[in-house]
T-cell receptor, first 111, second 111 residues
Framework: DQQVKQNSPSLSVQEGRISILNCDYTNSMFDYFLWYKKYPAEGPTFLIS?????DKNEDGRFTVFLNKSAKHLSLHIVPSQPGDSAVYFCAFRGAGNMLTFGGGTRLMVKP | DAGITQSPRHKVTETGTPVTLRCHQTENHRYMYWYRQDPGHGLRLIHY???????DKGEVSDGYSVSRSKTEDFLLTLESATSSQTSVYFCAISDGTETQYFGPGTRLLVL
């Protein structure tokens, strides 16, 4: 069973507008929620994280929201830039310091 | 950037041959991980290590073995490569906090 789902395989946004990426999860035992960004032919790079005891965390243009009652995680990018075009993965930390990843969403920011 | 290297970066091999991938870190982090990335599946954990000679299985460990004889090196071995093991393999490290840092990846093709 998939514990983490990114239901949108792709998203296209105009430069300067908001990008919203979403993840749903089923396991209530996750304690940290992370977003990674991946460019082609490179490894994933850490973007931002949030603890299960918080509902919002900001870092510059990136804001992560956690809705524990709905088991929903989202990433907002404002304003979106062409350099943000990449695949974004949500990841959830469970027991043993292990991460469970979603399937990824390809974001395309058009100039 | 975290000091993580992977070798080789690209490899083509034949079905039935053994293959070893190497991950090397200069950060002295305790935890090391091997993932594979396939379209639609995100990243899936193969094996991980929580210290020298301490390893455990992940979600997709069948057909793979690992060894960690030194803090800085984590080896992944495909005992008898199959076409289903064609994938991109990523190594990651962690100091026990929620964030894992990834290497650049190894692209493996099994013919």
């Amino acid at each position: 069973d998939q514990q983490v789902k990114q239901n949108s395989p792709s998203l296209s946004v105009q430069e300067g507008r908001i990008s919203i990426l979403n993840c749903d999860y089923t396991n209530s035992m996750f304690d940290y929620f992370l977003w990674y960004k991946k460019y082609p032919a490179e490894g994933p790079t850490f973007l931002i994280s949030i603890s299960s005891i918080k509902d919002k965390n900001e870092d510059g243009r990136f804001t992560v929201f956690l809705n524990k009652s709905a088991k929903h995680l989202s990433l907002h990018i404002v304003p979106s830039q062409p350099g943000d075009s990449a695949v974004y993965f949500c990841a959830f930390r469970g027991a043993g310091n292990m991460l469970t990843f979603g399937g990824g969403t390809r974001l395309m920011v058009k100039p | 950037d975290a000091g993580i290297t992977q070798s080789p970066r690209h490899k083509v091999t034949e079905t039935g041959t053994p293959v070893t991938l190497r991950c090397h870190q200069t950060e002295n982090h305790r935890y090391m991980y091997w993932y594979r990335q396939d379209p639609g599946h995100g990243l899936r954990l193969i094996h991980y290590s929580y210290g020298v000679k301490d390893t455990d299985k992940g979600e997709v460990s069948d057909g793979y073995s690992v060894s960690r004889s030194k803090t800085e090196d984590f080896l992944l071995t495909l005992e008898s490569a199959t076409s289903s093991q064609t994938s991109v393999y990523f190594c990651a490290i962690s100091d026990g906090t929620e964030t894992q840092y990834f290497g650049p990846g190894t692209r493996l093709l099994v013919l």
